[in-house]
């Protein structure tokens, strides 16, 4: 691997929300800008206000073009200069306006290969809309800008869980239409393949929860269990389905490297619950490495000063570890060498193949002669 700094894009995220606070703090100090270099996609005038007001001081050089990057420096990108009310804690349409040309600007220098992973400070989707079009989220906004329709899948992690969502942000009464065994397959495959070259678990373990509380109801006998076989049969260890109460009340998920969860609140809730801190948005599945502190109520405390930035550090050390497991991943296949010896099963059906064509011969010229005859 090239031995310089990663380069890191982080988006500011909603405006009137707390990913200024986060990223001023996690740069004022030096350890960061000693393993990479940041690259803020955001607003200068809108980062001196949040610098201002929070009183927290500002390092920021500002550059025009990602080329213009210097490493041990907090090179801020400008990329949204218009005038904007900052309303603490209180998402507005200008500010998921901010929010989206931000994370538009750094997705198109990722496709001109000026940065190495994104991380997205916290976005407020409720009060954005692209064209007309409501904003589903990050990882649904990837998989449009990547071509990759529903190839994206979200995981939750901290120090002690995985969580993946079959499905992300939809209405419960649409959630029968999603849970099918095609889909869990699908998803259940990439978390397979994402869990060996993102997270370098060469023998992963993954729990499938199921979507009734008792794990017995129609979905898991016809859909979910039949899923679970045939991912076994081609390799993957997949268990389940189980029941999502018992499976977190009698601590089950330590014995498995991630979970499927069927809904986004069946994860979500027992993670928040079990680690209230440091976890960790990654959209896996995609070219683009992409994280994001999963913060689950990111304008509480916009504004006040007490938003601990731990969280994004965790982000930002997360996709580095993605980024260079994906390298040390596909080393071994980047240039394979030529085979250089010959297999007895190679003779063997060398011979077959030509003792063919032998009888083959000899029939023709037994043919010939009786012709001749």
């Known amino acids: 691997m090239e031995n310089r700094k990663l380069r890191i894009a982080i988006t500011h995220g909603d405006t009137n929300g707390v990913g200024y606070e986060m990223i001023l703090k996690a740069f004022t100090t030096p350890e960061l800008l000693e393993l990479c270099t940041p690259i803020i996609y955001g607003s200068p005038k809108l980062a001196a206000y ?9 390092n920021f050089t500002i550059i025009s073009n990602a080329r213009e990057a210097t490493d041990g420096k907090v090179n801020l990108l400008t990329c949204f200069d218009e005038e904007i009310k900052v309303d603490f ?13 931000a994370l538009d600007a750094a ?13 997205s400070a916290p976005i407020d989707s409720a009060n954005i809309n ?3 079009v409501p904003f589903k989220g990050l990882t649904h906004y990837l998989e449009t800008c990547m071509g990759k329709t529903n190839d994206a899948l979200q995981i939750y992690s901290n120090e002690y869980l995985r969580i993946a969502t079959l499905t992300n942000y939809i209405d419960i009464k649409d959630l029968p239409n999603y849970i099918t065994k095609e889909n869990i397959i699908e998803k259940v495959t990439t978390l397979h393949k994402t869990l060996q070259k993102d997270y370098r678990i ?29 991912l076994a049969s081609e390799g993957i260890n997949a268990f389940g389905p189980f029941a999502a109460d018992s499976f977190w009340d009698n601590d089950e998920f330590g014995m ?12 979500i809730v027992p993670l928040k619950t079990l680690v209230q801190s440091d976890n960790v948005l990654t959209v896996s599945g ?26 994004l550090r965790q982000a930002i050390y997360q996709a580095i570890d993605i980024f260079r497991n994906r390298i040390t991943f596909e080393e071994p296949y980047a240039n394979p060498l030529k085979k ?34």
């Open 107 to 119: 997705i198109t220098d990722y496709r001109e290969g000026l940065y190495d992973v994104l991380v």
């Open 340 to 373: 250089l010896y010959h297999e007895k099963r190679d003779e063997v059906e060398k011979g077959r193949f030509s003792n063919n064509r032998q009888r083959d011969n000899q029939k023709n010229s037994h043919s010939e002669q009786k012709n001749e005859e």
């Open 89 to 101: 804690a209180h998402p507005s349409k200008e500010s998921g306006v901010a929010a989206i040309k």
């Open 286 to 311: 995609l070219p683009i490495v992409c994280t994001a502190p999963a913060l689950f109520s990111p304008f509480n405390d916009a504004g006040e000063g007490i938003v601990n930035e731990n969280c």
């Open 256 to 267: 498995f490297d991630a979970v499927l969860a069927m809904y986004h609140d069946q994860g």
């Open 50 to 58: 949040h610098s201002k007001v929070l009183e927290i001081p500002t």
């Open 130 to 132: 692209v064209e007309g």
């Open 202 to 230: 060469s023998l992963p373990r993954i729990a499938v929860l199921s979507l009734n509380p008792d794990g017995n109801g129609e979905e898991e006998k016809n859909i979910i269990a039949p899923a679970i076989t045939q």
